[in-house]
Nanobody
Framework: QVRLGESGGGLVQAGDSLTLSCEAS????????MGWFRQTPGKEREVVAAISSKGVSTYYAESVKGRFTISRDNTKNTVYLQMSSLKSEDTAVYSC?????????????????WGQGTQVTVSS
């Protein structure tokens, strides 16, 4: 059974930095692309960033380019999301997801395993 567990969320002030982690188990982690998504009440889930299985290729939403960095450590079965210069509009529940394949993708339907999510709140 595949399990994804996020950690690192919390309450921060605008301009601060925060790093989210997502540890996976139950599958050969290095075979699959990973992604970070976020959702706020009343809005659709949106992709934040994605990374290919070996970490060679990445994708970022325009709203986070230059501020967020996605990375992975396949020896630790963990994907990270480093967030800097946080804004109030970054407030959301952030979830990691494991894709069906190895290539970077921003399409939510390409992911078949999801974590429970971690709350990130940015106060202005």
């Amino acid at each position: 059974q595949v399990r994804l567990g996020e950690s690192g969320g919390g309450l921060v002030q605008a301009g601060d930095s925060l790093t989210l982690s997502c540890e996976a188990s139950g599958r050969i982690f290095s075979n699959y692309a990973m992604g970070w998504f976020r959702q706020t009440p009343g809005k659709e889930r949106e992709v934040v960033a994605a990374i290919s299985s070996k970490g060679v290729s990445t994708y970022y939403a325009e709203s986070v380019k230059g501020r967020f960095t996605i990375s992975r450590d396949n020896t630790k079965n963990t994907v990270y999301l480093q967030m800097s210069s946080l804004k109030s509009e970054d407030t959301a529940v952030y979830s990691c997801a494991m894709a069906r394949g190895s290539y970077t993708t921003y399409v939510a339907s390409a992911y078949n395993y999801w974590g429970q999510g971690t709350q990130v709140t940015v106060s202005s």
